[in-house]
Structures are given as structure tokens and as C-alpha cells.
């Protein structure tokens, strides 16, 4: 699983950050991401949230309320073809 780390970062670059990397992970054939933003004040956490929300090809993953989450970290789902075909479409 891919960790994006846009902790510390400020909001414009984390933001082209976050895009780039999960593009990146799409074209790679991953399944699952996880997005660390760290606690702060939320404003990276929701600008991540508000990203994955609005591709089509990515979900935010609900965690088990019996296990305990890192606060500080997203996991998102990449609803993306197999590896193969990705691998065919880059030949």
C-alpha cells in the first residue's frame, strides 16, 4: 500500500501533491492509499477528503469503530482496472 505524505506541507502544494501521487498510484495498479495528513487544524484533511470525493475512480474507505484509526491519516480505495490492462494501455 502507497502512503502520500502531504503532512507540513501548505494547502497548494499539498493539493498538487495528493493529485499527482494518486494519479500515479491509478496508473500503477494499486488498490488501496493511504493519505498522511497529519492532526493540525483539519484544513488538510478536508481538502483530501473534498479531492477523493470528487474523482470518480477513488473512495473513502470507513474504518472499523473496533479498531483504532490513526486520526492523522486517510485510507482511500482506488477503484481502478487490474494491473494488466493498466499495463497494456501504457505499451
Given at each position: ?82 494491473k494488466?490492462y ?6
Amino acid at each position: 500500500m502507497r502512503t502520500i505524505y502531504i503532512r507540513k506541507l501548505r494547502f497548494e502544494e499539498a493539493r498538487i501533491k495528493l493529485e499527482r501521487e494518486l494519479h500515479d498510484a491509478f496508473m500503477d495498479g494499486e488498490t488501496y492509499v493511504e493519505i498522511l495528513h497529519g492532526i493540525g487544524e483539519g484544513v488538510l484533511r478536508r481538502m483530501a477528503i473534498d479531492y477523493v470525493t470528487t474523482c470518480g475512480f477513488l473512495k473513502l474507505v470507513e474504518s472499523d469503530p473496533m479498531f483504532r484509526q490513526n486520526p492523522g491519516s486517510t485510507l482511500v480505495e482506488i477503484l481502478a482496472p487490474s494491473k494488466e490492462y493498466i499495463n497494456r494501455l501504457k505499451a
